[in-house]
T-cell receptor, first 111, second 116 residues
Framework: RKEVEQDPGPFNVPEGATVAFNCTYS??????FFWYRQDCRKEPKLLMS???SGNEDGRFTAQLNRASQYISLLIRDSKLSDSATYLC????????????FGSGTQLTVLP | NAGVMQNPRHLVRRRGQEARLRCSPV?????VYWYRQLPEEGLKFMVY????????ESGMPKERFSAEFPKEGPSILRIQQVVRGDSAAYFC??????????????FGAGTRLSVL
């Protein structure tokens, strides 16, 4: 079983649509959670951290359910510029600081 | 305010040659990480370094790969006797000291290694 699992997609949605991505992680000791986005052949860029209470940044809302080991990202009012691969990322508790990445969910927003 | 700088952006090597990938972290960041991304796959952790120390190399292949982060100069990921399976994008990330709880990492643009 993969440590971080995501639906690979692709998700093809029209502009203005609301789209939700899900992610599950296997290590209950995971401590920090993030969503990164990666444009084609470019570096991952931090989209937002994910907090237990849920957090919102403009059109983006992230949720964390520690009991179910589940993370979600909701994008409202999709823009063409939202087209990218969205990476679910976790960091395990302890001295190791490396990030564990999901394989990503591909989103294409269509005009 | 420069971010993580990696060079070269593209590197072509023939089988058996050596590849050296360089990474200069964000100014003031003392933690460096290397990740590898194979085509159509997610990023995989390779090694975590602080200045002059390898903290965790659990993701590094046992042979041919080495990494360093000297007191002065960039971090280097070195691949000896490259094989076609080493072809991938290699990303470097850095984070500042003290962000223990959140561990936000900033990524460079990557080096794309192609082995002929």
């Amino acid at each position: 079983r993969k440590e971080v699992e995501q639906d690979p997609g692709p998700f093809n949605v029209p502009e203005g649509a609301t789209v939700a991505f899900n992610c599950t992680y296997s290590n209950s000791a995971s401590q920090s959670f993030f969503w990164y986005r990666q444009d084609c052949r470019k570096e991952p860029k931090l989209l937002m951290s994910v907090y237990s209470s849920g957090n919102e940044d403009g059109r983006f809302t992230a949720q964390l359910n520690r009991a179910s080991q589940y993370i979600s990202l909701l994008i409202r009012d999709s823009k063409l510029s939202d087209s990218a691969t969205y990476l679910c990322v976790v960091n395990e508790r302890g001295s190791a600081r490396q990030l564990t990445f999901g394989s990503g969910t591909q989103l294409t927003v269509l005009p | 305010n420069a971010g993580v700088m990696q060079n070269p952006r593209h590197l072509v090597r023939r089988r058996g040659q050596e590849a050296r990938l360089r990474c200069s972290p964000v100014k003031g960041h003392s933690h460096v990480y290397w990740y590898r991304q194979l085509p159509e796959e997610g990023l995989k952790f390779m090694v975590y370094l602080q200045k002059e120390n390898i903290i965790d190399e659990s993701g590094m292949p046992k042979e041919r790969f080495s990494a360093e982060f000297p007191k002065e100069g960039p971090s280097i990921l070195r691949i000896q006797q490259v094989v076609r399976g080493d072809s991938a994008a290699y990303f470097c990330a850095s984070s500042p000291l003290g962000v223990q709880a959140k561990n936000i990492q900033y990524f460079g643009a990557g080096t794309r290694l192609s082995v002929l």
